[in-house]
């Protein structure tokens, strides 16, 4: 039987400290301000660890690793246009990796109908293998995926990314595998640039990547019928041993990052589309969060997602 569904988080997300960017603390504490009113849903909350270095040379070279390390022993900065770091951030990338990891363990003891959300700061999935990007700083669900399929035997793992913006750096991190089917609706054109339908892996992983790209002004029925027809129809025939989704909520109407218009209920339709895709191929399903950048629209879709797949676990 599975267990109650995880909620994985843990303090350290509060000290990457980001001043007036809008990837701020504040996010958390509306997430979890909402959940505390709702009595957390009857999730087990659950402390994440650090991801160990080990875990992250799944999908970082040593290298990335050590210069995110030395940017904040240095007390921080701007790593790039859109990438900030301070004394805190370390430690915060190392348990928003780690509790992806955590999840994803969990959820493989679990087995059929378990549920996870991993729900911690900075994001990931702007992050390449080598270098930090887009507000990212190791990239949580790859590392994640990593460590079900080196780690825990898995062969197959599904990532469905419906932040708005591409996942860029998933996409580039299992360009060449098919043990990953790699699904991203995201708006476009927006940043990061990529996400092109014509761009579908190379090499082994021909095929296993599918951008759905999403027009500005796209809503409800155009990102359900999109997920629901395209990515989940893929999705089904792939048969994945685990589901995961990078799970931003920044295509909501509220956003102000992006054009989509996607409503809270939007992202409730969605997410029971996925819970039932899991039902389905009795598998389980964890959601790792990414972007989403009004603060009060993020806490009520987290909470509304939470209660939608967790009601049925």
Known sequence: MAALPGFFSHPSSLEHDTGAHPEQAGRIVAIEAALEARDWLGWERVLSAPATRAQLELVHPAAHIESIERAFRAGGGQLDADTVVSAGSFEAALHAAG?????????????????????????????????????????????????????????????????????????????????????????????????????????????????????????????????????????????????????GFDAHADDPLAGCEVSDSGFVAMAALVRGLADRLEVPLGFVLEGGYDVAALARCVTAVMAEVGAAA
């Open 99 to 247: 509790g992806a990891v955590g999840m994803v363990s969990r959820l493989l003891d679990g087995g059929a109908g378990s549920v996870g959300f991993s729900a911690h700061r900075p994001p990931g999935h702007h992050a390449p293998a080598d270098k930090p990007m887009g507000f990212c700083l190791f990239n949580n669900v790859a590392v994640g995926t990593r460590f079900a399929l080196r780690e825990r035997g898995l062969a197959r793992v599904l990532i469905i990314d419906w932040d708005v913006h591409h996942g860029n750096g998933t996409q580039d991190i299992f360009w060449e595998s098919d043990e990953v089917l790699f699904c991203s609706m995201h708006q476009m054109p927006l940043y990061p640039g990529s996400g092109a339908a014509g761009e579908v892996g190379a090499g082994a992983g021909r095929g296993f990547t599918l951008n759905v790209p999403m027009a500005p002004g796209s809503g409800d029925a155009e990102w359900v019928e999109a997920l629901r027809d395209v990515v989940l129809s893929r999705g089904e025939e792939f048969a994945p041993e685990l589901v995961l989704v990078s799970a």
